[in-house]
Structures are given as C-alpha cells and as structure tokens.
Antibody, heavy 122, light 107 residues
Framework: QVTLKESGPVLVKPTETLTLTCTVS??????????VSWIRQPPGKALEWLAH???????CYSTSLKSRLTISKDTSKSQVVLTMNNMDPVDTATYYC??????????????WGQGTMVTVSS | DIQMTQSPSSLSASVGDRVTITCRAS??????LAWYQQKPGKVPQVLIY???TLRSGVPSRFSGSGSGTDFTLTISSLQPEDVATYYC?????????FGGGTKVEIK
C-alpha cells in the first residue's frame, strides 16, 4: 500500500525557516518513475501548488514563491524535503505532499498525505 | 506561466441537477488535466485525469471533457454526497497549477 506522510513543526515564528518532510512507503524512488509535489491550503482557501521534484531529480517551483523554496529528495530514506524561508503569518496553511506516476499512463496526483497544519505566529 | 481559471467559483443546485464546472487555461495545453474533489475537512482526491479518464471507483455521474484551453467537469445528476470543492490542475509540466476551485452546494 502506497502512503505519504508529512511531518514538521506545528508552529513557526515569522522570519524563521520551515522544514517539512514527506516520508513515502509502498514504493521506492530508486526504481519507480514517481514525482512528488508539495501543495498548501490556507484555512478556507484554495489549493496552491508549491514545488515538485521529478524522478530524474529535476525540480520546479511556483513562480511567486521560487525565491523562498527548496525541494530535495533522499532516496535512501524515501523522503522528500521542502524548505521555505522567511516565513510569514500568511504562510499559515495545511501543507500536503502528493505523488504522481510519470509517463504516458500517469493518473495525476493519485496519492496524497494527510497534510500537516503549520501556523506562523510570534 | 499557464494560469488555470475555474468558473463559477461557487454554485448551488438541486439534487438530480446536471452541474457543469469549467476550467480555462491561459494558453493551449496538453490533455494532462485533472479534476480533484475535496470534501470539507478531507484530503483532495483525484476524480478524473487525462481530461476525461474516470479514476477507478469514481461514480459514472462524473465526467470530464475538453482540450486545448477549455475543459469541463460534469456531474450528470447531483447527489448530496457530491457537496465539495472541485479543483482542476494541469500536471504535465512546470508549473503544476491548480484552478481556484468551485464550491458545490445543495439548494
């Protein structure tokens, strides 16, 4: 069974750097053509795509947040890590990771983590 | 960057009504367009991918169509359990943008 699970701090202070980890199970990055994205959702608002890492290790970022984001993958640990610097209260949101199988048979982001709520406050 | 614009942002319809949600891309794109359903307090779930392919287990009252810049999600007969917010997303390449969402309620 494929699962993704987000972990990280519940509360961060303004200007701090947020580090979130997505731990996957049920497949291995070393032998699966799978990409992982981070997506967030402020309370009562829409989904916002943040960053994506492909199986090839190519990375892409939301244009509006590019300067603040870094995504990376640790294949040995089955983890994808997102860092976001200079956190602000407007970054308060539930942060999700989700996986996509790459290639012609892709069925979009078919597996999502449960999400982790991050509050930015002093 | 390609922007994805959904309309309407919300709608209220009666049980049994046909409901149509539109997603418009700011420029022509591939058919790598997905529709997600997010029920209140829940994680989004993909309903349709490749613009018109129904994910296994999704009721057949949901359907997707479109190409180029205009895509549509249709619920042929709205049911109470369909109360949710629906999002489109392009997932072919950078950026993997979501639409702004359409909140569907029962009248």
């Amino acid at each position: 069974q494929v699962t993704l699970k987000e972990s990280g701090p519940v509360l961060v202070k303004p200007t701090e750097t947020l580090t979130l980890t997505c731990t996957v199970s049920g497949f291995s990055f070393s032998n699966a053509r799978v990409g992982v994205s981070w997506i967030r959702q402020p309370p009562g608002k829409a989904l916002e795509w943040l960053a994506h890492i492909f199986s090839s290790d190519r990375k892409c970022y939301s244009t509006s947040l590019k300067s603040r984001l870094t995504i990376s993958k640790d294949t040995s640990k089955s983890q994808v890590v997102l860092t976001m610097n200079n956190m602000d209260p407007v970054d308060t949101a539930t942060y999700y990771c989700a996986r996509i199988q790459e290639g012609y048979s892709s069925n979009a982001f078919d597996i999502w983590g449960q999400g982790t709520m991050v509050t930015v406050s002093s | 960057d390609i922007q994805m614009t959904q309309s309407p942002s919300s709608l209220s319809a009666s049980v049994g009504d046909r409901v149509t949600i539109t997603c418009r891309a700011s420029q022509a794109m591939s058919n790598s367009l997905a529709w997600y359903q997010q029920k209140p307090g829940k994680v989004p779930q993909v309903l349709i991918y490749a613009a018109s392919t129904l994910r296994s287990g999704v009721p057949s009252r949901f359907s997707g169509s479109g190409s180029g810049t205009d895509f549509t999600l249709t619920i042929s007969s709205l049911q109470p359990e369909d109360v949710a917010t629906y999002y489109c997303q392009k997932y072919d390449d950078d950026p993997l943008t979501f639409g702004g969402g359409t909140k569907v309620e029962i009248k």
